[in-house]
């Protein structure tokens, strides 16, 4: 009899390992079915959030009055906050209700850690494991320079970023409540709201002004360029840093792209902003020394995609907007919060043409040399973005009877995620509004997606076909 119960045992927990593995084998294949592949998940991802963000802002709940264009204006805010962007067309603070702008900001943080990287953490909750596939692709969105324990990797994402947001909410709580005698409740909200939105290089205010009646204050101001500049930096580069044995001389080259590339940007980007504004009276030239300083470090780090203004960009000077647009369309680091092509792109182009100046076969930077598929990826997501840009460009020409020069900033303000106005974006057709729609769509997964779809689709070539030297230049 024992030997019989032994067996009905034996065969029951066959029987239980056969279910079991059935049960995980169905998990793993739905996990690999919405993890495929990132150049359909990616954008899947996202289009569902944003619909899912526009169906909640369109709620009579969520906006103060009625409003005959709700559904595009909901649309509209949706895609900017999930695509961390900042363009609006209605004013955030006195259009939507709290609960409104609480659904904003649930945007902005989904939109800012990355739908595919929720979606691996949620994978990762139900299953205690996942695959090499579903591996690689949340590496392709998380850009983790080594493939290790993803797992890991996305949890310390997540301390980084609540870290830096609590971190930031605590100062601008304490300004907001002991500085503008707001009661706790408000000062909380608002302090919580905007460090989400700095972090996530966002540029959502609960302002009409957004950061304009702040220029002056340096325990707002620092906290949100503080929280702009650590989002922008890219988690790869902050995890590094964070790890206490790592020297200087075994810095990374993307490493050190990212910080002495930011560097170079906010210390070019603060200078040239002073020196075009600092005695223009419809920007800085009406504050104090300090005020100046401080609305030059802000015009230095906010085009780095945050998309806050200390200013009126509508009265700014024709050579602060071609400076801000180019640092809008470089943006911040890669797997950030921040957009444009990345200061990696940027800089590798850059070192790119200086090697080739200096008759260098091979692209070297720092005692390594950079690989040749590197400089096409670099050279692909860069062309990518000239081409959004100058396409959605002349689509706004076409709509609006606005100038090049306002046009052209705000092509890029919304195809870099930036959300930097000179004004025009309340009064724009909706023609023109899906049009920007389009580009801070693409702006936000395009390079995710063009840089996944050309590092999976490498493949060795085993023969080549003749060289041939056509005339350049």
């Not at 994978?123 to 850009?143: D, F, P």
């Not at 369309?329 to 800089?347: M, Y």
């Amino acid at each position: 009899m024992t030997q019989e119960l032994k067996a009905v045992k034996n065969w029951l927990a066959k029987d239980k390992a056969v279910m079991d593995k059935a049960v995980r084998d169905r998990r793993e294949n739905a996990i690999r079915r919405v993890f495929s592949h990132p150049v359909r998940s990616v954008p899947l991802a996202f289009l569902a959030v944003i619909l899912l963000g526009a169906a909640l802002l369109a709620l009579p709940a969520s906006h103060m009055a009625d409003d005959a264009n709700i559904l595009m204006d909901a649309l509209f805010t949706s895609v900017s906050a999930v695509c961390v962007t900042g363009l609006v067309t209605v004013d955030t603070a006195t259009f939507w209700t709290p609960f409104g702008q609480a659904v904003i900001m649930a945007l902005i943080q989904l939109g800012g850690f990355g739908i595919m990287t929720l979606g691996t953490l949620l994978a990762l909750l139900v299953r205690k494991n996942i695959g090499l596939h579903t591996q690689l692709v949340a590496q392709s969105e998380t850009h983790t320079l080594n493939l290790g324990d993803v797992r890991s990797v996305l949890l310390r994402v997540a301390r980084i970023m609540l870290s830096v947001e609590a971190a930031t909410a605590v100062l601008l709580t304490g300004r907001f409540w002991f500085g503008y005698g707001q009661n706790p409740g408000e000062a909380l909200w608002h302090g919580a709201f905007h460090a989400i939105s700095a972090f996530n290089n966002a540029g959502f205010a609960l302002y009409s002004d957004n950061l304009i009646g702040f220029a002056e204050d340096p325990w707002i101001i620092i906290p949100i360029c503080a929280a702009i500049v650590l989002g922008g930096l890219g988690f790869p580069v902050i995890i590094q840093l964070l790890r206490p044995e790592l020297k200087a001389r075994d810095w990374s080259v993307h490493l050190r792209l990212t910080i002495y590339g930011t560097l170079l940007l906010l210390i070019v980007g603060i200078a040239l902003f002073a020196a075009f504004e600092w005695n223009r009276d419809q920007t800085l030239g009406h504050l104090s020394f300090g005020g100046k300083l401080l609305g030059s470090l802000a015009g230095g780090v906010f085009p780095r995609t945050a998309g806050f203004n200390s200013i009126d960009y509508g009265a700014a000077s024709p050579e602060t907007l071609m400076v801000t647009d180019i640092l809008m369309f470089i943006g911040g680091g890669s797997a950030g919060t921040a957009g444009g092509i990345k200061i990696t792109t940027f800089l590798l182009l850059a070192f790119s043409i200086w090697n080739e100046v200096r008759g260098r076969e091979e692209v070297t930077i720092a005692h390594r040399s950079i690989s040749p598929s590197s400089m096409r990826q670099a050279l692909s997501v860069a062309l990518l973005g000239v081409g959004a840009v100058v396409s959605g460009t002349l689509l706004l020409l076409m709509f609006t009877d606005y100038s090049l020069e306002k046009v052209l900033f705000e092509s890029i303000s919304a195809f870099g995620t930036v959300g930097m106005s000179t004004g025009i974006t309340y009064n724009l057709p909706p023609s023109a509004e899906w049009v920007l729609m389009a580009l801070m769509f693409t702006g936000r997964i395009g390079s995710v997606t063009v840089a996944s779809a050309l590092a999976l689709s490498s493949r060795p070539r085993l023969f080549r076909v003749p060289e041939e030297r056509p005339i350049i230049g």
